[in-house]
């Protein structure tokens, strides 16, 4: 169904990231907010982007913002680099989605929701380092992969599921050794995010405890924002819920904690 | 969302929170009804990979509960949660349960109707009396033995014994449970259990579309055990009279077992005997004698004036059941199957030792059935996706070598309705190397 040789091809296929972005990455992460600004007015692509995700009422803006400047000014270094970042990660995601039911729009909310939320429980945690607010931008690379390899065997999916509860990312496991969160790495070291991106992403599989007590503990609130959004009708109804299993004993000891954050009552 | 179905029991596995604004993307009342129409006799929830839910969230599903079951006659609730679940759900609900709630789906199957095992020594508590005596009486019915305990302590006490139960239940609730006539499948006869009164009810109790597809599938011995049956009715007279000459057409036979006719008018076991049904005391008096068992239909499945033989149709569809068999192993293998000569002849499997076979029916414009006889090597290969792990342990090879059979089943029938050949499939079946021989 899927194959070593697929995975290959899918992982070869990916572009370098493009020299702007990583000029606008490189620049922020020195904290060169208004250089950065000027290089990322230069992709139209990019500036659209931003515009359209920052607009979103998950970041609360009163008034429509439009400038990059201004952006970049409003979010700070981690969040703009975030959003880089995320744009980064729309570039891989396909112009029709089959097998989950999204749209562009709904990836993007979907983005932005995670991204938002993942601010959130880092200022909980007291945690402000750029990397780590960065990392969730690598999360929905995980669907965006299971897209792009299961895709065109729909199916086959839909059959083997009818019988036996498999979720993609074991399916992958099985066949080919490796699963969707050792491709979400790969993509990172192409694009030359700091490996702890990585870490926390594949700990945030449920599957893969991280050895590092803070990127495992980081690992399970990924896991449990990923479930409690993927819980959102939207995403119920683009078939997104189960892509991956939810690891409910993995997040057992944060959950309490987790429910007071998001006000769960 | 799809529901998973096992062993007559179909359940849907919603993941994360579950609250009034969501559950109705999870499921739908059309998923339900879908799942009720694959012959299941229990539609559950699993709350396992829940980790929070509340009132409004679990209102919704227990309105499709209510719905589905009062039309259908299923049982219906949720299982696979934990105490504090459980309790939690007995909060919201206190005295106005009237769904079913299983601690396991190993539990569940204990009283499902389609049981696989019996004889299973099974552990009991509940708070609630009449819930003990309840639950007890419906394992019994399923030929379990319940050892029921009277109070927590004693249930802990006799909890701690290692390996002295199969099964324990606690933190389970049976609500109004599906009043479905069970059905099991001993060798080639299929066995029905009906209980107390018969009446006018059978007809909704009676899975006929079951019947009818067994049937279609070659099964020539129907057996209806009615050992606890305590009187029968005119209605449910006229109803077994009218199996009786159904089953006729296809040279099928319907026993009665155990039943007595204290409370029955005698008059009635003559009527049922000129319709041609048999009467019998026990139930090792058929299933103990082979002889008997021959000459009833059960020595075979597809023996019979209905027997099916090749016909043109089958042949210029057979390559395509030969393509969905190839592109199932090749999906579950990731290797490459190559198609050999596709030839016609009769079963002869030599070195039943180290062969296993599963089977699946289908019928509707065609009929049939498509066997997969695998050497037990590769039928561990071929089912390494669905096991995931390296094992030796045959009921485990042989349930998922029916899960395979199963989508190869699924496969033809997309196949086929390319072709605009529309069919159906039945459960699938496995046979053991050296028992349930595949060519019987």
């Given at each position: 169904m899927i194959t070593n040789e697929k995975i290959n091809h899918f992982i070869d296929k990916i572009p370098p990231a493009p020299k702007a972005l990583q000029a606008t990455i490189m620049l922020l992460n020195s904290g060169e907010l208004v250089k950065a600004a000027q290089i990322a007015e230069t992709d139209l692509a990019l500036k659209a982007y931003l515009k359209n995700i920052v607009n979103k009422p998950i970041y609360g803006f009163r008034n429509e913002v439009s400038e990059i400047s201004q952006i970049f000014g409003i979010l700070g270094v981690s969040s703009s680099q975030q959003t880089v970042y995320n744009y980064m990660m729309t570039l891989l995601s396909p112009d029709k989605w089959i097998l989950f039911n999204l749209k562009a729009t709904s990836f993007h909310e979907l983005q932005a929701k995670l991204s938002r939320r993942w601010k959130q429980i880092l200022e909980h945690l007291n945690i402000d380092d750029i990397e780590m607010e960065s990392a969730i931008t690598l999360l929905p690379a995980s669907i965006i992969v299971s897209e792009a390899l299961f895709s065109d065997k729909k199916a086959d999916v839909d059959l083997l599921r009818s019988v036996n509860n498999l979720d993609l990312n074991t399916i992958l496991n099985r066949l080919c050794g490796l699963d969707l969160f050792d491709i979400c790495e790969k993509i990172s070291q192409k694009w030359d995010m700091p490996p702890k991106i990585a870490q926390i992403v594949q700990a945030s599989s449920g599957i893969k405890p991280a050895s590092d007590e803070e990127l495992d503990k980081l690992g399970k609130w990924m896991h449990l924002l990923l479930f409690y959004e993927l819980s959102q009708p939207m995403f119920i109804e683009a078939g997104l819920n189960d892509f991956i299993e939810f690891q409910i004993d993995y997040v057992g000891d944060i959950y309490d904690d987790f429910a007071t954050l998001m006000e769960i009552a | 969302m799809r529901a998973l179905v096992k062993n007559g029991i179909g359940v849907f596995s919603p993941q994360g929170f579950l609250d009034g604004n969501n559950v109705g993307a999870f499921l739908s009342i059309e998923d339900i009804e879908a799942t009720a129409k694959l012959n299941v006799d229990m539609v559950l929830v699993s709350l396992k990979k829940v980790v929070f839910f509340n009132r409004n969230g679990l209102d919704i599903f227990v309105k499709m509960f209510t719905k589905v079951r009062a039309e259908k006659h299923i049982t219906v609730g949720f299982c696979d949660y934990d105490e504090k679940k459980f309790k939690a759900i007995n909060n919201f609900y206190k005295n106005d349960t009237n769904f079913s709630l299983f601690a396991t789906q190993e539990i569940a199957a204990l009283f499902s109707s389609s049981f696989k095992n019996q004889n299973k020594n099974v552990l009991l508590y509940s708070e609630d009396k009449s819930q003990r005596s309840a639950m007890a009486i419906e394992l019994h019915d399923s030929g379990h033995n319940p050892i029921i305990t009277q109070t927590e302590e004693e249930f802990e006490k006799k909890k701690s014994v290692e390996n002295a139960y199969d099964i324990v239940i606690e933190n389970s609730y049976l609500g109004q449970t599906g009043n479905n006539v069970a059905t099991r499948v001993t060798g080639n006869a299929i066995i029905y259990t009906v209980s107390s009164f018969l009446d006018t009810e059978i007809g909704n109790m009676f899975n006929i579309a079951y019947h009818n597809n067994s049937l279609n599938v070659g099964f020539r011995l129907f057996i209806f055990d009615a050992y606890k049956v305590i009187s029968m009715n005119v209605h449910a007279l006229n109803f077994f009279s009218r199996l009786a000459s159904s089953a006729a057409e296809y040279n099928a036979t319907i026993c009665f077992v155990g039943m007595t006719f204290e409370k029955t008018p005698i008059a009635f076991k003559e009527t049922l005997e000129d319709s041609g049904i048999m009467f019998y005391d026990q139930m090792d008096d058929i299933l103990g004698n082979k002889e008997l068992l021959a000459e009833l239909g059960a020595?075979?499945?597809?023996?019979?004036?209905n027997r099916r033989v090749i016909n043109k149709v089958m042949v210029t569809e057979l390559p395509r059941f030969i393509d969905a068999t190839v592109a199932t192993i090749e999906m579950m293998t990731n290797a490459t199957a190559i198609k050999e000569a596709a030839q016609v002849h009769e079963i002869q499997i030599e070195n039943h030792e180290d062969k296993i076979a599963s089977s699946i029916g289908f019928y509707g414009d065609i009929d049939g059935m498509v066997m997969l006889i695998f050497p037990k090597d590769i039928a561990k290969k071929a089912c390494q996706l669905l096991i995931g792990e390296e094992t030796n342990d045959l009921e485990m090879i042989l349930d998922t070598l029916a899960e395979l059979v199963n989508i190869v089943g699924g496969k033809i029938k997309t196949l086929l309705a390319d072709q605009h050949i529309s069919v159906d499939i039945t459960l699938p079946r496995t046979y053991p190397g050296n028992k349930g021989r595949a060519e019987s």
């Amino acid at each position: 169904m899927i194959t070593n040789e697929k995975i290959n091809h899918f992982i070869d296929k990916i572009p370098p990231a493009p020299k702007a972005l990583q000029a606008t990455i490189m620049l922020l992460n020195s904290g060169e907010l208004v250089k950065a600004a000027q290089i990322a007015e230069t992709d139209l692509a990019l500036k659209a982007y931003l515009k359209n995700i920052v607009n979103k009422p998950i970041y609360g803006f009163r008034n429509e913002v439009s400038e990059i400047s201004q952006i970049f000014g409003i979010l700070g270094v981690s969040s703009s680099q975030q959003t880089v970042y995320n744009y980064m990660m729309t570039l891989l995601s396909p112009d029709k989605w089959i097998l989950f039911n999204l749209k562009a729009t709904s990836f993007h909310e979907l983005q932005a929701k995670l991204s938002r939320r993942w601010k959130q429980i880092l200022e909980h945690l007291n945690i402000d380092d750029i990397e780590m607010e960065s990392a969730i931008t690598l999360l929905p690379a995980s669907i965006i992969v299971s897209e792009a390899l299961f895709s065109d065997k729909k199916a086959d999916v839909d059959l083997l599921r009818s019988v036996n509860n498999l979720d993609l990312n074991t399916i992958l496991n099985r066949l080919c050794g490796l699963d969707l969160f050792d491709i979400c790495e790969k993509i990172s070291q192409k694009w030359d995010m700091p490996p702890k991106i990585a870490q926390i992403v594949q700990a945030s599989s449920g599957i893969k405890p991280a050895s590092d007590e803070e990127l495992d503990k980081l690992g399970k609130w990924m896991h449990l924002l990923l479930f409690y959004e993927l819980s959102q009708p939207m995403f119920i109804e683009a078939g997104l819920n189960d892509f991956i299993e939810f690891q409910i004993d993995y997040v057992g000891d944060i959950y309490d904690d987790f429910a007071t954050l998001m006000e769960i009552a | 969302m799809r529901a998973l179905v096992k062993n007559g029991i179909g359940v849907f596995s919603p993941q994360g929170f579950l609250d009034g604004n969501n559950v109705g993307a999870f499921l739908s009342i059309e998923d339900i009804e879908a799942t009720a129409k694959l012959n299941v006799d229990m539609v559950l929830v699993s709350l396992k990979k829940v980790v929070f839910f509340n009132r409004n969230g679990l209102d919704i599903f227990v309105k499709m509960f209510t719905k589905v079951r009062a039309e259908k006659h299923i049982t219906v609730g949720f299982c696979d949660y934990d105490e504090k679940k459980f309790k939690a759900i007995n909060n919201f609900y206190k005295n106005d349960t009237n769904f079913s709630l299983f601690a396991t789906q190993e539990i569940a199957a204990l009283f499902s109707s389609s049981f696989k095992n019996q004889n299973k020594n099974v552990l009991l508590y509940s708070e609630d009396k009449s819930q003990r005596s309840a639950m007890a009486i419906e394992l019994h019915d399923s030929g379990h033995n319940p050892i029921i305990t009277q109070t927590e302590e004693e249930f802990e006490k006799k909890k701690s014994v290692e390996n002295a139960y199969d099964i324990v239940i606690e933190n389970s609730y049976l609500g109004q449970t599906g009043n479905n006539v069970a059905t099991r499948v001993t060798g080639n006869a299929i066995i029905y259990t009906v209980s107390s009164f018969l009446d006018t009810e059978i007809g909704n109790m009676f899975n006929i579309a079951y019947h009818n597809n067994s049937l279609n599938v070659g099964f020539r011995l129907f057996i209806f055990d009615a050992y606890k049956v305590i009187s029968m009715n005119v209605h449910a007279l006229n109803f077994f009279s009218r199996l009786a000459s159904s089953a006729a057409e296809y040279n099928a036979t319907i026993c009665f077992v155990g039943m007595t006719f204290e409370k029955t008018p005698i008059a009635f076991k003559e009527t049922l005997e000129d319709s041609g049904i048999m009467f019998y005391d026990q139930m090792d008096d058929i299933l103990g004698n082979k002889e008997l068992l021959a000459e009833l239909g059960a020595s075979s499945a597809d023996s019979g004036s209905n027997r099916r033989v090749i016909n043109k149709v089958m042949v210029t569809e057979l390559p395509r059941f030969i393509d969905a068999t190839v592109a199932t192993i090749e999906m579950m293998t990731n290797a490459t199957a190559i198609k050999e000569a596709a030839q016609v002849h009769e079963i002869q499997i030599e070195n039943h030792e180290d062969k296993i076979a599963s089977s699946i029916g289908f019928y509707g414009d065609i009929d049939g059935m498509v066997m997969l006889i695998f050497p037990k090597d590769i039928a561990k290969k071929a089912c390494q996706l669905l096991i995931g792990e390296e094992t030796n342990d045959l009921e485990m090879i042989l349930d998922t070598l029916a899960e395979l059979v199963n989508i190869v089943g699924g496969k033809i029938k997309t196949l086929l309705a390319d072709q605009h050949i529309s069919v159906d499939i039945t459960l699938p079946r496995t046979y053991p190397g050296n028992k349930g021989r595949a060519e019987s």
